[in-house]
């Protein structure tokens, strides 16, 4: 059985490991996807160049985005660093 997708598979990983190692901020991380997109589909030369890029840096933007707190009462930002026992409640 052949594997086409585990290309793209092995370079989204690559991209979440790179954003486990390195700490990046999430909204220059979009903006710089979002450039190497345009650029791909302008630059049609340039598209088997950029798109193990866009693989690696749409996975790092993803990491970014889950593990940053990125609202004011986000809480991890109230509470700290420190592990503590809660208890959540909240209406849907």
């Known amino acids: 059985m052949k594997s086409p997708l585990l290309e793209?598979?092995?370079?989204?990983a690559?991209?979440?490991l790179v954003g486990s190692l390195v700490a990046g901020g999430?909204?220059?991380?979009?903006?710089?996807?979002?450039?190497?997109?345009?650029?791909a589909i302008a630059w049609s030369r340039s598209r088997p160049i950029l798109l193990p890029a866009i693989l690696v840096l749409?996975?790092?933007?993803n990491y970014a985005l889950n593990t940053?707190?990125?609202?004011?009462?986000?809480?991890?930002?109230?509470?700290?660093t420190?592990?503590?026992?809660l208890i959540v409640?909240?209406?849907?």
């Open 14 to 16: 690559a991209g979440v």
């Open 68 to 80: 940053a707190a990125l609202f004011p009462n986000d809480l991890r930002r109230v509470l700290g």
């Open 58 to 61: 749409a996975g790092w933007t």
């Open 26 to 39: 999430p909204f220059v991380l979009l903006a710089c996807s979002f450039a190497l997109v345009v650029i």
């Open 8 to 12: 793209v598979v092995l370079l989204y």
């Open 89 to 92: 409640r909240g209406t849907l």
């Open 82 to 85: 420190e592990p503590k026992l």
